[in-house]
C-alpha cells in the first residue's frame, strides 16, 4: 500500500523529472550542456548511450524514469518509487487544457456593489452643450 505523503513526494519527483530532463535536452541542443550540473551531465550521457540503443521516445522515457527515481529518493521517498503514470491523476501527454483568460471583472465601490459603467467624457460634453444652447434659445 502507497502512503499519501510518498505519492505527493512521487507526483513532485515525476513533474520535476521531466522538467529538468526538457530543460537539459534544450540546453545539449544550443551547445550549453557544459554548463549544467555534473548529474544532468550524466543523464543526458545516459541518454545519448540509450538513443543508439533504442528509438528516441523509448530512449526518453527510461531517462525519466532513472531522473524520477533519483528524485524519489532524494526528496525522502521510502522505498521503491511508486509508477505515477498508473496511478489516477498521473502525468497525461495528450491531456492538455489550453488557458483562456476570465473575463474582466468590474471594479466594487465603497459599499460592495458593482460600479456602474462610466459616460464617455465626449458624451457628457455633448450633452452639456445642448444643456447651454437650449438655455441660451429659450431665454432670449
Known sequence: MIKAADMMIARRADTRARA???????????????????????????????????????????????????????????????????????????NVTAFRRPPPQRPKTAGGSEAKPRLPVALIFACLVVVYTGFRYFLR
Open 20 to 94: 529538468d530532463f526538457a530543460t537539459w535536452k534544450m540546453m545539449a541542443k544550443l551547445n550549453g550542456a557544459s554548463s549544467l550540473p555534473p548529474e544532468a551531465q550524466t543523464f543526458l550521457d545516459r541518454y545519448k548511450a540509450l538513443s543508439k540503443e533504442m528509438t528516441e521516445a523509448q530512449a526518453t522515457d527510461v531517462t525519466i524514469d532513472l531522473i524520477y527515481k533519483s528524485y524519489y529518493e532524494e526528496m525522502g521517498g521510502a522505498g521503491e518509487p511508486p509508477d505515477v503514470k498508473a496511478q489516477p491523476g498521473g502525468q497525461m501527454t495528450g
